[in-house]
């Protein structure tokens, strides 16, 4: 059975199957025009995966793989600070992380996350 939530008609943000949880591309909460440092893109990224997550029934300790997407490599050490201070140590999934065009110029990064539930 596959259970999905928030459906709309392009995309779920939560699709759950089989014991495993997709997540649908998350990103900072910036505005057209707005500078927001790719850090705290990062920071509010990443809440954003805590909250999905929760709402999944699972946990950031239980995220099987992560998908990184920056929108230039000179973000990669800042959006990496950011990161590893979030992973719980002894937790780290298995990752990609390159860089590609995104939806809009003032994103900076973008994270696809799959994980386990119970």
Same mark, same amino acid.
């Given at each position: ?30 505005? #057209?025009?707005?500078?927001v $440092? ?6 509010? *990224?990443? /809440?954003?995966? !805590? %909250? ?13 793989? #992560?998908?990184?997407?920056? $929108? ?6 800042? *959006?990496? /600070?950011?990161? !590893? %201070? ?10 990609a992380?390159?860089? #590609? ?13 799959? /994980?386990?539930? !119970?």
């Open positions: 059975m596959i259970e999905r939530q928030e459906t709309a008609t392009r995309m779920s943000k939560i699709v759950k199957h089989n014991g495993t949880v997709y997540l649908c591309g998350q990103v900072g909460n910036v505005k #057209a025009g707005e500078e $440092s790719a850090g705290d893109q990062t920071a509010q *990224m990443l /809440a954003k995966v !805590d %909250a999905l997550l929760v709402q999944a029934g699972s946990s950031k300790e239980q995220i099987l793989q #992560a998908i990184i997407w920056v $929108s230039d490599m000179k973000h990669f050490q800042e *959006m990496n /600070a950011v990161w !590893d %201070a979030w992973v719980p140590e002894g937790h780290a999934p298995a990752r992380c390159g860089e #590609a065009k995104l939806a809009r110029p003032e994103l900076y990064v973008e994270i696809i996350v799959t /994980a386990a539930y !119970d």
